[in-house]
């Protein structure tokens, strides 16, 4: 690409487009508009030529790498035999019926209906309009509050958003509505306490069904829980914890609605972290990994006596357009075959999962580290100024460290104080050595 056209490229992008999660009077002021052109594998490479491998698998998604032709030869046979049909008026496509058949027999077999949606928050909304339904047809109209958790991420659509426990996401349009709970996140590292990350994981648990209690149990309908909170700093639960949050959640009759759109189709080790973790959710929401990202698509998990009490209300008001989308399904049906044909799963719990976590973890001696922690491909380095801890999230350490990895090469994401990698699953040993060589190479510059 040309310095004209990139130079047009950005001034167009400045006239017409409003990025996302983007400061976006700084990037223009600045020049830090990245216009990605193409990608191969785990590198992508922007309009400048630089070639820069991608630690965070696009935004949590591409778990099988870029340029896969599998998934692309898919999207295109489904493009040329059947491009859009709906899935309204008891109408569907045959993609469409194979993907639900599929993520039933990946796992957690107490779900067995799916209803799919464009993303990620679509999943979320569409598992808080089917619970508040769900309680109506049962009689208990008064069950509608929702809880999460502090430090959570479920997606940017008006009732997403008030589920998510991050202020950065809420304060700015006036959210969380009421009628939305959220409990304490076990983030044990900014909660400047003294007790062991296990009996802070326990407080919380106390905390929450004190919580409950207050807002009294027959008036909740729900908790919806990440198995690690990525977007709020890749908050891996302490030893236990989820399991209780589970039995206490179950304890007082509330639905547990398990929020996989990042930790669901290997990222964990595992297809699904709840199937792995025993956590027996009601409702699990998926997306992201579901195609790797090549196409948007979004899934809500329900169970059967869900289902059932759906199937027993009559017509079901809710779906988007592009719900069930052939297209999308053809993509996800591909990306888990290619998963299972590359045997996915084994090769990040038993291979390059633990590789990459060693090397993480062995930042924690580094200057410019106070924490770390993973989850096989995920994982998080908490960042010190000059040494010193910062809990303000507002400060910014994580922003300007990823910028410095950045310059080495390397996509990280910066959240408050702290970086957060995530790669592809495809990821070799040479290509996470090539990644924390940069990560090391910039944060040295953070010192």
Not at 66 to 77: C, Q, V
Not at 114 to 120: R, V
Not at 326 to 333: E, G, K, R, S, T
């Amino acid at each position: 690409m040309s310095v004209t056209a990139t130079s047009t490229l950005r001034e167009t992008d400045k006239a017409h487009h409003l990025h996302p999660f983007t400061n976006n009077a700084d990037m223009h002021e600045s020049g830090n508009a990245h216009i990605i052109t193409s990608a191969e594998g785990v590198y992508v490479y922007d309009d400048k030529g630089n070639k820069l491998l991608d630690g965070l698998a696009g935004l949590w998604c591409v778990n099988m790498g870029y340029g896969r032709k599998e998934i692309i030869e898919a999207i295109t046979k489904q493009l040329e035999q059947l491009c859009y049909y709906p899935s309204f008026f008891n109408s569907t496509t045959e993609p469409t019926i194979k993907l639900a058949e599929k993520l039933h027999q990946l796992g957690l077999p107490r779900l067995t209906h799916t209803i799919f949606s464009n993303s990620g928050s679509g999943a979320n909304e569409t598992a808080i309009k089917t619970i508040r339904n769900y309680w109506n047809l049962k009689g208990k109209p008064g069950r509608t509050k929702l809880m999460s958790r502090t430090y959570s991420y479920h997606g940017v659509t008006l009732g997403a958003t008030c589920l998510t426990g991050l202020t950065s996401c809420t304060k700015p349009f006036g959210l969380p509505t009421e009628g939305f709970i959220h409990a304490p996140g076990p983030y044990h590292y900014v909660s400047d306490t003294t007790l062991s990350p296990e009996a802070f994981g326990q407080k919380c648990l106390e905390e929450t069904e004190k919580l409950i209690l207050a807002e009294g149990p027959e008036t909740i309908a729900a908790m919806f829980v990440e198995p690690v909170q990525g977007a709020g700093g890749v908050i891996v639960p302490p030893e236990g914890y989820l399991k209780k949050l589970r039995e206490l959640i179950r304890k007082y009759d509330i639905l547990y609605v398990s929020d996989e759109v990042i930790t669901g189709f290997g990222r964990t080790g595992a297809m699904y972290a709840s199937d792995a973790w025993d956590l027996d959710p009601d409702i699990q929401c998926l997306a992201k990994g579901i195609t790797s990202g090549y196409i948007p698509l979004g899934a809500t998990r329900i169970s059967d006596e869900i289902a059932d009490t759906l199937f027993k209300g009559g017509y079901y008001a809710h779906g988007h357009t592009y719900s069930g989308h052939p297209v999308p399904c053809a993509a996800a049906l591909a990306n888990l075959e290619l998963m299972e044909k590359e045997n996915i799963i084994s090769y990040v719990s038993e291979n390059v999962g633990p590789y990459f976590q060693e090397k993480l973890l062995s930042f924690k001696d580094h200057p410019a580290v106070g924490s770390t922690r993973c989850c096989n491909l995920m994982g998080a380095m908490e960042l010190l100024d000059h040494g010193k801890k910062v809990t303000d999230p507002y400060f910014g350490l994580g922003p300007k460290a990823a910028g410095l990895i950045r310059n080495e090469g390397v996509i990280v994401r910066g959240l408050a104080n702290l970086i957060a990698i995530s790669p592809p699953l495809t990821i070799t040993h040479a290509e996470i050595d090539t990644l924390f060589a940069a990560v090391k190479a910039g944060l040295d510059k953070l010192i």
